[in-house]
């Protein structure tokens, strides 16, 4: 059985630089020497008044003390919670084209049944980062099993160094020009999650972190009919917020780190092109989700980093939004923040906090 730990601080230190493609090199970084696992560390209360509360704040007090929890029943999961799909299919159901030349991997908790309608997350790697170790970053699998998700993790196309990509924006795309429609494929992905298995449709979301941050916010813009909510993790919008025109409401957590020297939080450019800042990046989503004006609620700060002195991660909510839409600010965050299991909570909180009307 592979070593977590080793696996997760592999994951740290290929995240650490990954960029967009031609932005930065992942493979310059060394790994990490204090990565805790989601069992190492314990969080702490943190300090909130009532009016401050969200639906993080009880997840990250909450949060189950071991890594990879076991079903309601007490069971072992299964040995074939995991697949790749569609090579482990036991049935003849015909794959999309662009699922059958792109296979993706799933996970299935063991809490599933047939029937019973989940929420689906699609978790979204950056560039030069394989399914497998976003996953090991994240952290989601043992969060699919603790809250009874769906997790998806497909892969972007291989370009001519090597490495995935995505093909998301204005900033963060297709440079070798292959043409390749990662909307398309996305979307074939959750089709196919959704003929296996009971998907609720009101209930799908998109993760990402980097390339696949900004894959997230191409996916909310492009497919709103389909996507409740996203979690970006430095990641950004269209430079060219014209591009972003969702046909509906998108609830929108964009998490930065204002020491971020690969994408930059407060703005920047890549060898294709400008990407906005954190702080632009939502605010184009309270315009899309009609908030009432710029003003932001502030929430009481949460610990999200364990290596930073904390509650280091600052939130804004804004407000009158038709979906909501917060930015996290991890001061002293870098572009590959370390994370315990806080961090997958807090995501998870905000999703399920957030499904289609």
Not at 73 to 101: N, W
Not at 111 to 120: E, F, I, Q, T
Not at 171 to 192: M, Q, S, W
Request: aromatic share 8%; hydrophobic share 45%.
């Amino acid at each position: 059985m592979p070593n977590l730990l080793a696996l997760r601080r592999l994951a740290l230190a290929l995240v650490a630089t990954a960029g967009c493609a031609g932005a930065a090199s992942p493979f310059d970084a060394a790994a990490p020497t204090d990565l805790a696992s989601p069992s190492d560390a314990v969080p702490t209360s943190d300090a909130a008044s009532p009016s401050d509360a969200s639906p993080a704040d009880a997840a990250v007090d909450a949060a189950p003390l071991v890594d990879r929890p076991p079903p309601p029943d007490g069971s072992l999961p299964a040995a074939d919670s995991s697949f790749v799909f569609p090579e482990d299919a036991d049935d003849d159901r015909d794959a999309s084209p662009l699922v059958q030349a792109r296979p993706y991997a799933a996970h299935v908790p063991p809490s599933y049944r047939d029937g019973v309608a989940m929420p689906l997350v699609v978790l979204l790697h950056g560039y030069a980062i394989t399914p497998s170790q976003i996953e090991a970053y994240f952290n989601f699998v043992p969060l699919s099993d603790a809250h009874g998700f769906l997790l998806a993790t497909p892969g972007g196309l291989v370009d001519q160094t090597g490495n995935p990509f995505w093909n998301a924006t204005d900033a963060c795309h297709d440079v070798f020009h292959t043409g390749v429609d990662d909307v398309a494929y996305l979307t074939a992905v959750v089709d196919d999650m959704s003929a296996r298995f009971a998907v609720d449709p009101r209930r799908i979301y998109f993760a990402g972190h980097s390339t696949g941050g900004f894959m997230s916010h191409r996916m909310a813009c492009d497919r709103a009919d389909r996507v409740a909510a996203i979690a970006s993790l430095a990641g950004a919008n269209w430079a060219d917020a014209a591009r972003c025109a969702p046909s509906a409401p998108v609830a929108v957590l964009q998490v930065h780190g204002d020491g971020d020297a690969v994408i930059q939080y407060e703005g920047g450019i890549t060898p294709m092109g400008p990407y906005p800042s954190a702080l632009a990046t939502v605010g184009v989503w309270g315009a899309r989700n009609r908030c009432s004006g710029d003003a932001a609620l502030a929430l009481a700060p949460i610990d999200l980093e364990p290596t930073l002195a904390g509650p280091e991660t600052d939130r804004l909510q804004w407000r009158g939004c038709a979906a909501d839409v917060e930015l996290w600010t991890i001061h002293g965050g870098t572009h590959g923040p370390t994370f315990d299991r806080r961090w997958g909570e807090a995501v998870w909180a905000f999703f399920a906090a957030h499904p289609k009307p």
